[in-house]
């Protein structure tokens, strides 16, 4: 068995694994450890003899890894007998399994008492089970960063004694908000990278859109979990058109909508139907407008009036100046470009979105559009200077030269 498989099947089952063995040992970070160990042995044994359960070795392998360094703690004596006798072995183990184990490690991995940076890492290494570089590489952050975020995280939910188990029904909504807005962080990221050379980063998306879904599988009577999932199908939908041969991105405007991945926008609209049954909150929102654009066969001919009706109400419940911004591309293509312009500028004002590469977009194609080139031209200049992602940035110095 190769590395790839072996890291595939670690992708797959790291979070049943991890949850399982923090409920049986009640320590999250011997728990995360003991499965890394096992993960390390199997790189090294699997390729010499595959075994025949997969899953149920790495579930073995990390329980015995975690009962030796119980048996080198004298202060936890007694644990050790207990998980020597727990019938966890390789037969056992289902990996078609979802159970309220890895919810809670969703719940624990995104506590509030840790900083977003560390509740984003934690999250992708024990419930997607990416790698310390990995995650780095996603974020474009140096491998030691990470893996200090990781090690303080753990630490700090031991010192705050975080228990190993679901919330109060009333303070697992409460909570849910933050789980959600982690899966939204990591997709936004995966999306849009940015900074770097890469306008997308595929992996990282798709992983968030794994771990919605499973959410979604283990909350279903929770809309917004259905209007995350949802608005995160509907964007990855288009993710194959977004970019050509060579990476370069490709606008709304020029995609070729017949690359777009239909099976997902099916899933998206599904999820969408769901995410509508009290009512759109700011993720089944931002869905309904993914879903505008993923339904209409061209942007001529997309209902631009009813997505600035969704951006309106996701005003309402969401307030940002990034929703009153988009506000403004859609008012711009529903009613011209100058009442959109006023919209922005009400944003400059209030300096609501300071040193964001944003605005000078919006605003420098707002102001092409009337015909206000000299002005264009240097609001498209100055997004470039500040926009972190190097692809992003030669699509708005092609677009200012092309007004010169």
Known sequence: ???????????????????????FTGDFGLAEDAAQEAVAEALTSWPLAAPANPAGWLMATARRRAIDALR???????????????????????????DDDILALMFVSCHPVLSREAQVALTLRVVGGLSSEQIARAFLVPVPTVQARIT???KTIAAAGVPFALPATGERRERLGGVLSVLYVIFTEGSTAT??????????????????????????????????????????ARFPARTGPDGAPVLLADQDRRRWDHSAISRGLAALVKASTRGLGPYGLQAAIAAAHATAPSVEQTDWDRIVVLYEALGRVAPSP?????????????SGPAQALAIVDELIAADRLPGSHLVPTVRGELLARLGRLPEA??????????????????VLLGKAAALG
Not at 73 to 97: C, I, K, M, N
Not at 381 to 392: D, S, T, Y
Request: proline letters at 4%; aromatic letters at 2%.
């Open 195 to 236: 900074s770097g050379d890469r306008l997308l980063r595929p992996d990282v998306a798709y992983e968030a859109v794994r771990l919605a879904r499973t959410l979604a599988a283990l909350q279903p009577d929770e809309p917004e979990v259905h209007g995350l999932l949802a608005l995160c199908e509907l964007t990855a």
């Open 377 to 394: 031209r240097a609001e498209l200049e100055l997004a470039a200077r500040l926009c972190a992602n190097q692809r992003e940035r030669s």
């Open 152 to 154: 303080r995280a753990k």
């Open 1 to 23: 068995m190769a590395t790839a498989d072996v890291e595939a099947v670690w992708r797959i089952e790291s979070a049943r694994i991890v949850a399982a063995l923090t409920r």
């Open 322 to 334: 990034v929703v009153e911004l988009n506000r403004a591309v859609a008012v711009a293509m529903a």
């Open 72 to 98: 080198r703690r004298s202060a936890l004596q007694g644990r050790h007998a207990l998980l020597a006798a727990d019938p966890v072995v390789d037969e056992d183990f289902d990996p078609d399994r979802i």
